[in-house]
């Protein structure tokens, strides 16, 4: 079922340690409360060209329009870390995750000013072709490879066209991929 405000999607607080306090909130109100909740991102890479697919998001986003970032989404109320990420895998992209071997990256921890999160990064280490891909337009304008250390870069002087910031969390994040990559 899609939520036709994603505002009012009920996301399950956890404590600073991630874990479930029982309690349930509607987004809005936990990322301007800076309650932490559970996010999930998918990277999809390329090992053999060294390449990340990531999209753009759409120019009627809220946050971050026409920004790069990944396949990446709130885990909400009854859903598990798993289902969630193939919720957003299907709806942001279009690719059934039972179709491909996913791997467990890294959790990390962020605390920003409007959210504060545990984010569970998963990967799909193998080429898919582009048209493979089916996009969500409402969320994106279009998905595509980028060469991962142009995308590492970018993070890191906060480039003005990422959604993607770069913090000690994120470095723990790009060492992982760093042993993935390479």
Request: with cysteine.
């Amino acid at each position: 079922m899609k939520v036709a405000d994603k505002n009012d999607e009920l996301l399950e607080i956890v404590d600073d340690n991630g874990n479930s306090t029982g309690k349930f909130e509607k987004r809005d109100i936990v990322h301007n409360s800076q309650l932490f909740h559970n996010e999930i991102a998918l990277w999809v890479i390329d090992k053999e060209k060294k390449q990340v697919l990531v999209q753009r998001r759409s120019k009627l986003k809220k946050l971050h329009p026409n920004k790069i970032a990944l396949c990446a989404g709130h885990v909400v109320a009854g859903e598990t870390i798993v289902e969630a990420l193939e919720k957003e895998a299907q709806e942001e992209i279009g690719i059934n995750l039972k179709d491909f071997d996913v791997k467990e990256v890294l959790r990390i921890k962020r605390q920003e000013k409007n959210n504060f999160c545990f984010s569970y990064h998963f990967a799909i280490l193998k080429y898919i072709p582009i048209e493979q891909f089916t996009i969500q337009e409402e969320e994106l304008s279009e998905v595509f490879y980028m060469d991962y250390e142009e995308l590492k870069q970018k993070i890191k002087i906060s480039d003005s066209e990422m959604a993607i910031f770069w913090s000690d969390e994120v470095k723990l994040l790009f060492d992982e991929l760093d042993k993935i990559i390479y």
